[in-house]
């Protein structure tokens, strides 16, 4: 029986999961988690295959994923199914057929994260598994002089957190917006890709920048060193989230 590939989107609240892959005898991962839902579903083993591999404590509102399955089914039922049987805190978000050249990780063209840090003077009781509560109030516009060295394609060594990494570091970062309202600093990051811990280092240096401990100008430099250790330290997990995954249309 042929199978049918599936596209998934999918929110979760990366709290208490050791990132998207699955992990051999770890059954808190994401990928885990769906793949067991959808075995108990199809009555075999599957493989959900992401977008990208979030890291432990990293949120998302917008994951895409895909699934081959042979057991007929309407996109309805698959989506009630799921969010019957998954944890609290996993959703599927849209369940729809997609072709059968649809891949969600090698298809994708973009992907937009929100790094979210708290700068207010009351602790944000709510919100304190989503946020980076920060050790003072940043400089925004130097943040936001120093992201505009970071805009374009560079090599982004500097800031990738896998000093194993054998594959190309050169990314493209087609925007980065940095906005502060009501005690929070969101810094959105739209591009090609990122590293590993890549969002986070960046958010980690133009903090340093805002704190007075850099200058702008210096991401210049930081980019040509192609050297971790130059750059700044890794912000936390609990702040950043997946929003979006981009396509061109394949479906």
Request: glycine share 8%; hydrophobic share 30%; net charge positive.
């Amino acid at each position: 029986m042929a199978r049918v590939n599936y596209r998934l989107i999918v929110v979760y609240d990366g709290s208490r999961y050791y990132g998207w892959e699955h992990q051999p005898g770890n059954e808190m991962t994401i990928q885990g988690k769906l793949e067991s839902v959808l075995e108990r579903f199809e009555g075999q083993p599957v493989e959900v295959t992401g977008a990208g591999r979030t890291d432990a404590g990293v949120h998302a509102k917008g994951m895409v994923a895909n699934v081959r399955l042979e057991k007929e089914t309407t996109e309805e039922e698959l989506l009630a199914y799921m969010n019957r049987y998954l944890p609290e805190d996993i959703c599927i978000r849209e369940a729809s057929r997609a072709s059968d050249r649809f891949h969600s990780r090698y298809n994708a063209t973009g992907k937009t994260y929100c790094y979210t840090c708290y700068i207010g003077d009351r602790k944000p009781v709510f919100n304190r598994k989503y946020v980076y509560v920060t050790e003072r109030v940043p400089d925004v516009e130097r943040m936001r002089k120093a992201a505009a060295y970071l805009v374009g394609e560079h090599d982004f060594a500097s800031f990738c957190g896998n000093p194993k990494m054998k594959k190309s570091t050169v990314r493209e970062i087609y925007d980065i917006d940095i906005a502060s309202k009501n005690g929070y600093l969101n810094l959105t990051f739209h591009g090609s890709g990122f590293l590993q811990y890549m969002v986070r280092i960046l958010t980690g240096t133009l903090l340093e920048v805002g704190y007075g401990k850099r200058t702008p100008e210096s991401m210049e430099d930081l980019l040509a060193e192609r050297n971790r250790s130059k750059a700044g330290f890794t912000a936390p997990p609990q702040g950043l989230c997946l929003l979006k995954v981009d396509y061109n249309g394949e479906r």
